[in-house]
């Protein structure tokens, strides 16, 4: 990974240059960085994402993304739902950056064949991710492609979109929030209480003393 980090900028940058120049060349691109897709190490993963997300910007024609699309559909979902929550995010952010959606927007064939490759695992994440951010992100881009046309009728899972909503929403809430437990609050309401016993207990107490010191002078004063 050391020696990747010494050189991976300069060689994204290349692949840059060379596709900017010639819209054909995304092909072969796209095709040599998904054959050496580095799984199992976190790190190269984000960097090839973010290396796939840049080149979309140089889509130009739908010749240039059918050729891997499948093999890009298939590999962005099982990054989709990666348990690396780095590696989730970044293929979510991926799959929902303006030139992906461009892209997908405009050459809608090979956008739905990528779209029915990659659902299985964008809603499996949406529904299932351990980390609810992640969940919400999946969401988001569930919902972009959804409102594009893409999700086929019988299908769609706005209503369960809808219906998970306010779970997640306190999902997040306990992640961010960490209220006092019931033992607690009890323990409080309970301190109260005694505090509360104790300064009637005085009160009667004082007053007993009061009572008592009268009736003593009262009784002095027959005698």
Partial sequence: TQAYTSYHQQ??????????????????????????????????????????????????????????????????????????QQVADRALACWNSPACVRVMNTYEKVGQDMFDLIRPNLVATMLSHWNVL?????????????????????????????????????DESRFHKSPQSPKHEATLRGSDNSEDGQEDKEQQQHAVHVEEGGGGGGMGGVA
């Fill in 11 to 84: 060689l994204m940058y290349c692949m840059i240059q060379f596709v900017s120049k010639d819209h054909v060349l995304y092909t072969p691109i796209a095709r040599g960085v998904l054959k050496y897709w580095p799984v199992g190490n976190a790190f190269k993963e984000i960097v090839f994402l973010i290396v796939l997300e840049e080149l979309f910007e140089y889509v130009l024609a739908e010749s240039d993304l059918a050729p891997v699309a499948r093999t890009m559909g298939l590999r962005l979902g099982k990054c989709m739902s990666s348990i690396q």
């Fill in 134 to 170: 992640t969940q919400q992100k999946a969401r988001t881009a569930y919902k972009t492609y959804y409102n594009m046309g893409y999700e086929k009728a019988g299908n769609a899972l706005d209503n369960v979109n809808d219906d998970n909503e306010s779970e997640l929403n306190s």
